[in-house]
């Protein structure tokens, strides 16, 4: 944070009461997962959000040298071509071209039918999987029990996404279906968890109004007491209309 005072702070508080696994854990877990799905003949299917979150699942794949036949789809194929052709856009642009050198994105139905029969690992849209092209991969993988559904994103309460965690339940064909598939959440996110967030509003400058945002009431509220009670700050969780005076 620079080394100045502020009137008022916006802070987000989406795992505000929640930390965060190590990320080295978290990636050796995920590829040790991923290769014991593989040896015993199954795929995996990875829904992930199209903008950073599918080519951050990329990367870590091409880091642990995880080089089976792995599909791009989605919205996830066009977010790809900007980064490559703005390499500005990302942090080690090299790296990353690297990462998804042997990626095959796939370019329609046709192709999409035909690569499915081969891959291994496939990363799609959309992350909470409420539609996009995942839909049509949990349809082919989702009910062999060889397979995995590893979920790498956020899930919202009532999306599909969600529903399939907490009753291992989803729509296949337009009918609800029990998934047979191996499924399990990862924690990757890109959202500071509590100590992360606590140390940041413990080096602000002065004494700014704290507004907390982005997260359920729960961990909003939570912050803003945090902030209140051990900060001594005027810290509030703001609800939808209210307006305030700086």
Known sequence: IPRKRYDAVIVESTYAMHEHPDRK???KEFIKDIKATLNQGGRVLVPAFAVGRSHEILSVLHAHKLNEY???DGMARAV??????IPDSVKTPKTYANAVRNVHEIRGWRDRRHAVRKAKVVVAPSGMLQGGTVMFYMEK????????IFIVSFQVPGTKGARLMETGMFPIKDKDAKVNAKVKHFDFSSHS???P???FLRGLKGKPDVFVIHGEDESCNYLSEWARDELDLNAVAPNRDDEFKL
Not at 141 to 148: G, I
């Open 25 to 27: 854990d978290l990636e």
């Open 70 to 72: 792995t599909l791009l």
């Open 80 to 85: 790809n071509q900007v980064m490559l052709e």
């Open 141 to 148: 993988l989702a009910l062999d029990p060889l397979n995995s």
């Open 193 to 195: 968890g509590r100590t």
């Open 197 to 199: 967030l606590q140390k």
